[in-house]
């Protein structure tokens, strides 16, 4: 992806969760695939932001290059995260993606990505301040220093399979009780069943 690439992607990630009414806490573009941190108001939002997004760019990416038929690999890949224990990890794992690609040195250092916008304030209007974002202090510069100081600290190997687990799989990231909230509301497995073949049920001696 080029510049220009990059650029009408956003404006299409903009236009789309605007009118799906998507919030956005995070994002990464990267070279072929794309990493965002977001909240939906309604059942519809993220699915027909995607949609739309998906239509747009292809369109466009097929215009520029001369090619024709799809360009994504499959349907988008999302999960449910538990915020109180993963959504600042998650923010730092989806804008720690090109350093962990070797891209860049530092988070700083990549523009296609809100880790400018979290960690200096600069502007960007794709992004709203998540609560326990804005929580991290209790002026613009507090909460920025804040969130710069996270990175200090590498994401856990634990963290790290847990967030690649439940994206590529679908399953829930959280806790028990945030999971068990999942399955109740949407009736649905939310979580890996226990590994093993279950047990058989021991024989009843009747007498």
Not at 132 to 146: N, V, W
Request: glycine fraction near 4%; charged fraction near 25%.
């Amino acid at each position: 992806m080029t510049n220009a690439d990059h650029r009408f992607y956003l404006r299409c990630l903009k236009e789309a969760s605007d009118e799906e009414h998507l919030i956005i806490h995070a994002y990464t573009l990267m070279r072929n695939h794309v990493h965002l941190l977001a909240t939906p108001e309604t059942e519809s939002s993220l699915p027909r932001t995607m949609q739309s997004i998906g239509r747009r760019y292809v369109q466009y990416f097929n215009h520029i290059y001369g090619r024709t038929g799809t360009l994504w690999e499959g349907r988008y890949k999302s999960t449910l995260i538990d915020s109180e224990r993963y959504l600042l990890t998650c923010m730092r794992y989806i804008e720690l993606n090109p350093v962990r690609a070797k891209m860049v040195e530092h988070p700083d250092d990549y523009l296609w990505s809100s880790y400018r916008a979290n960690a200096h304030g600069m502007t960007d209007e794709l992004i709203t301040p998540h609560s326990l974002y804005t929580s991290l202090g209790s002026t613009d510069i507090e909460r920025q220093k804040a969130y710069r100081e996270l990175f200090s600290a590498e994401i856990s190997r634990e963290d790290m399979d847990n967030i690649r687990d439940a994206t590529n799989k679908a399953w829930v990231l959280g806790g028990s009780s945030f999971s068990a909230k999942v399955e109740t509301l949407t009736e649905r497995q939310a979580t890996p069943l226990p590994r093993g073949r279950p047990r058989k049920p021991k024989a009843i001696n009747r007498v």
